[in-house]
């Protein structure tokens, strides 16, 4: 009886009560128990100054088995919010279509019981609309259904479990979508720490499905678990990995299994031991325009690594390590097969600060697709000296040599010798133009001589050169601008010519108490030039060239037009290289990739009250696409 009257004290207040009020209100321990047994309990003596605590106001005791408890209601926080809105939307080749729906968005929060147990927070929202278009198919109506949930259970201990969901869609978005886009999330997350020690567990679930009348569904889950530790001078980890994905449409899909175990020790600065282990297996199914490819493929990998000083005073670095690796794959009922196993042993000795020395020698057993075993060693011995920097007035002069020898054993074939000489020089110079800007030039020339081996006599030149300007013209407003270049070009019996041409710049400025504008823009053009060589009987291999830019410009004002409370942005974004994240198991990639997009936003707020207006332009899949929204909404409650 005792202890159900004790339980009873702990429960909270009544929900109508404030926070504050409920842990004064809280009944003392024998105000829970019948009048026979407290009048059989002697009251202890009062402290002065001490009140005894108040029954929690209109809490009506529940008789249960002649034992009195108090329950109540933990507060609960809710609030929610109401909006009409409209949409007006075009794309390439499609009809002008306007959508017209209202929205109402309930939330809340909790705990039960108390709330370092667990707390709960969720919400629907209910929404209405009305689609016209262009093409005189008629009025349509819809209505959709959304909303989330969270729960935490001991989110302030040492285990906390964490599951959440939401449904959301399109309707009263300000994005463009090329589809009515409805997506489903769902999480799940248990981690676990030890009362003592440097341990960590870890195990997640995710989904993400969206769907919609034009591509069906896309899904991609992940499951994941991790474990780390650290005992001593010992660290490891293990952590294994499900992602899976599908495609309704075009029946595309992943499903990709990992597994990965580390392992470290470290006994100081002197001596460090790395080891690892990992296996991919991959089912991938794609499709080339109408074809679908199916790609099958396992690997295999694990290996340790030792760096070993044998003293601080002595300038004598000794690693080593075995590996192996194994591959399996399967590309549309065409099947591959490889094995390695391989170790290394290689010592760095620098004399001065200057020169430095190195061997090092390998040896693999190699095995493809059941041709039998090759046997490969590696023997090499290196040398490099780097001059001390030469200044020149403000010039800054560096320089470097390096000359490398190696012989190569092949069960297959007899050993190969080689021998590469190299040179390289730098010249950099800063200049201040004035107190807030500078220029800084970097030209740089290499040239390697090889000789012998399989691929012959050939001469390696490179040049490259960067410049680049920083300006400060304020405390408020900063940027810079760099140029590069670089020409790779190879004569002999390789012949091979490369160019690179890289501009960057970025920029920040606050324009006034309430503007502030950024900028980052990026161009950058490739060309691989004729390539031939000796091994290929002089075949060309005709010139390719690229382009790819990036961008992004954003420009805020906090109050545009003078008008308080009234915020204005304008986002520009180009981008021109896409992926195809989702289908590699990315859940948080979106489905639609983005060439370029225009967005500016004008809100409003007053008092509960606030106003969108978004006009955007974009291309996506190659198509362009124009969006006009605009939405007035009022919240109201307390979330």
């Not at 926070?19 to 009062?46: N, T």
Request: net charge negative.
């Amino acid at each position: 009886m005792a202890v159900a009257a004790l339980m009873g004290s702990l429960v909270q207040g009544p929900c109508h009560a404030s926070e504050d009020e409920s842990l004064s209100a809280r009944p003392s321990l024998s105000s829970g128990l019948s009048e026979a047994s407290a009048a059989e309990v002697s009251p202890a003596p009062e402290k002065p100054g001490v009140t005894a605590p108040l029954p929690a106001k209109d809490t009506k005791p529940v008789e249960k088995d002649n034992v009195k408890t108090n329950f109540g209601l933990a507060p609960i926080r809710w609030g929610g919010y109401t909006a009409d809105t409209f949409r007006l939307s075009q794309g390439s080749d499609q009809p002008r279509s306007l959508d017209h729906a209202q929205r109402l968005d309930l939330r809340a929060s909790s705990y039960l019981w108390q709330p370092w147990m667990a707390t709960v927070s969720g919400g629907i929202g209910l929404a209405k609309g009305l689609f016209s278009s262009d093409d005189n198919t008629g009025d349509s109506d819809s209505t959709s259904i959304t909303g989330f949930g969270d729960l935490t259970l001991f989110p302030q201990s040492r285990f906390p479990f964490t599951a959440g969901f939401s449904v959301t869609d399109s309707t009263s978005s300000s994005e463009i979508t090329t589809d009515d886009m409805r997506s489903k999330r769902f999480s799940l997350r248990q981690s676990y720490r030890p009362e003592t020690g440097n341990t960590n567990f870890t195990a997640s679930y995710q989904n993400s499905t969206m769907s919609s009348k034009l591509n069906g569904d896309d899904v991609v889950e992940n499951w994941q678990g991790v474990y780390a530790t650290t005992i001593g001078k010992h660290t490891v980890g293990l952590d294994a990995e499900r992602a899976e994905s599908s495609r309704s449409q075009n029946t595309e899909g992943l499903l990709m299994d990992t597994f990965n175990a580390r392992h470290s020790f470290s006994s100081g600065p002197n001596l460090t031991i790395d080891s690892n282990f990992r296996h991919t297996s991959t089912n991938l199914r794609n499709r080339t325009g109408i074809d679908l490819n199916s790609s099958v493929s396992k690997y295999l990998q694990a290996g340790s690594s030792v760096t070993w000083r044998p003293r601080e005073s002595l300038p004598l670095n000794i690693t080593g390590g075995v590996s192996l690796f194994k591959a399996e794959s399967d590309v549309n009922g065409t099947s591959s097969s490889s094995d390695v196993v391989s170790g290394n042993l290689a010592a760095t000795y620098n004399p001065t600060r200057n020169l430095s020395l190195s061997v090092n020698g390998s040896v693999a057993a190699a095995t493809a697709d059941e041709a039998g075993t090759n046997l490969i060693t590696t023997q090499n011995a290196s040398a490099s000296y780097s001059g001390d920097p030469l200044n020149f007035g403000k010039f800054s002069y560096h320089w470097n040599v390096s000359g490398t020898v190696s012989n190569q054993t092949d069960s297959d074939s007899s050993a190969t010798q080689a021998l590469s000489l190299g040179a390289s020089h730098g010249l950099s110079r800063d200049y201040l133009l004035t107190q807030r800007s500078s220029l800084n030039l970097n030209l740089n020339q290499s040239a390697i001589q090889f000789w012998g081996g399989d691929l012959g006599q050939y001469t390696n030149l490179n040049h490259s050169a960067a410049l680049a300007y920083s300006i400060n013209p304020s405390d408020v407003m900063s940027g810079s601008l760099t140029l590069s270049a670089t020409d790779t070009r190879s004569t002999g019996s390789q012949r091979t010519e490369n160019q690179f041409i890289s501009l960057q710049g970025n920029g920040r400025a606050q324009l006034s108490t309430y503007e502030t504008a950024t900028l980052n823009a990026g161009l950058q053009w490739t060309r691989q030039g004729g390539t031939d060589s000796d091994q290929t009987g002089g075949a060309q291999v005709p010139d390719s060239s690229s382009v790819y830019t990036t961008g992004s410009f954003s420009y805020q004002h906090a109050r545009a037009f003078g008008v308080n409370n009234l915020r204005y942005s304008l986002v520009a974004n180009l981008n021109a290289q896409q992926t195809n994240a989702r289908l590699l198991g990315d859940v948080d990639a979106t489905t639609d990739p983005v060439g370029y997009s225009l967005d500016q936003h004008f809100d409003y707020r007053i008092g509960r009250i606030d106003m969108n207006l978004t006009g955007t332009i974009s291309s996506q899949d190659g198509e362009q696409n124009a969006l006009l929204f605009f939405r007035i909404g009022r919240a109201f409650g307390n979330y």
